[in-house]
């Protein structure tokens, strides 16, 4: 005991205040309204991320290996994602989407939340993802015959093929949300814009796959309107730019980085889209590629005006923020 501390008592009036023994009760219940909060941020991102899919009811997609003879979707089991050759693009779009508005939401808080709000928000994104990936993978497994189609060796079946590829492909998206999480919530102004712009990309063809889902019947307006979900992507990018105000060495080079994405982003999404569709060329990779390639290089004419319309809200957006930082120094 420290010299003078049997008198407290006698010299020390009485207050009603935190005793020092209390304010750890304080901080553990601040942190756990952190995760609260964070847990609420990743769970209702990833549920977003998933709704195109959930308003479709969530039967998996017919199935060209499926083990019976199914001609009615609905007549399909459940599952959490669209595993299909059509759907390959739409399935990026909702995890990338969901890491990328949990990111977004994360920062917007973050003031508020702190770092373990943060992770844990990003812990709860995994785990929906996670999930979703699992039993997407046990329900389309449980249904494919393992046949021994042609182009495949004599080991493997074209059926372990197809979701062997689906799962390495839902595990790199759920990769690359994370990281997307990541610079979204906790980056600099300048790596943040990337992450913005990958999102932004990914978000476009989740509004296109709400809008008009992969391999359905369509009418014109919604063909219209699924082709104008596709610009965006530039707006999007144009406001992250904007908000930087580049500033600073840092965000300008973010920001050219953040057009460099949205020049090659939906050119790989066209490629990537129309190429998982065309089966015919699966046992055929060169011709695949060829095929790939040239509908990337037709798709960057598109992406040219769509980084133009970026740079010039961004630009424009940009002048607005610095006057209004002048304004508000001026008038302190």
């Not at 449980?142 to 079946?157: E, F, P």
């Not at 062997?164 to 998206?173: C, K, M, P, R």
Request: hydrophobic residues 60%; charged residues 10%; aromatic residues 6%.
């Amino acid at each position: 005991m420290l010299q003078g501390d049997q008198h407290d008592d006698a010299r020390t009036p009485t207050t009603t205040g935190p005793t020092p023994a209390a304010r750890p009760d304080r901080t553990a219940a601040g942190t756990g309204a952190a995760a609260g909060i964070g847990a609420a941020i990743g769970l209702a991102a990833a549920v977003l991320g998933l709704l195109p899919w959930i308003v479709t009811g969530m039967h998996l997609p017919l199935q060209n290996l499926w083990e019976t003879s199914v001609a009615d979707q609905d007549a399909m089991p459940i599952a959490l994602l669209p595993f299909n050759q059509y759907f390959v693009t739409f399935l990026a779009a909702l995890l990338l989407t969901g890491a990328g508005a949990a990111g977004v939401a994360a920062r917007l808080l973050r003031a508020r939340i702190g770092r373990p709000g943060v992770f844990v928000a990003l812990a709860v994104v995994l785990l929906v993802q996670v999930v979703a990936v699992v039993q997407t993978t046990a329900v389309t497994t449980a249904g494919l015959g393992m046949d021994r189609s042609v182009g495949t060796g004599g080991s493997i079946s074209a059926s372990e093929v197809y979701v062997v590829a689906f799962v390495v492909g839902s595990v790199l998206a759920v990769l690359l949300g994370a990281g997307v999480f990541l610079l979204l919530a906790l980056a600099r102004e300048g790596a943040a814009v990337v992450a913005l712009a990958v999102s932004a990309v990914a978000f476009a063809e989740w509004v296109r796959g709400f809008v008009l889902p992969p391999a359905t019947l369509s009418d014109p307006v919604q063909v219209q309107l699924a082709d104008w979900a596709w610009w965006l992507a530039p707006v999007v990018v144009g406001v992250g730019i904007a908000a930087t105000g580049l500033r600073s060495v840092g965000r300008v080079i973010g920001s050219v980085l953040a057009l460099v994405v949205l020049l090659v982003g939906p050119a790989l999404v066209s490629a990537a889209s129309g190429a998982s569709g065309m089966r015919v060329l699966l046992p055929y990779p060169l011709e695949l590629f060829a095929f790939a390639g040239g509908l990337f290089t037709g798709s960057l004419a598109r992406g040219l005006v769509a980084v133009l319309l970026a740079a010039v809200v961004g630009a424009v957006g940009a002048l607005v923020v610095r006057r209004r930082g002048q304004r508000t120094t001026a008038a302190a």
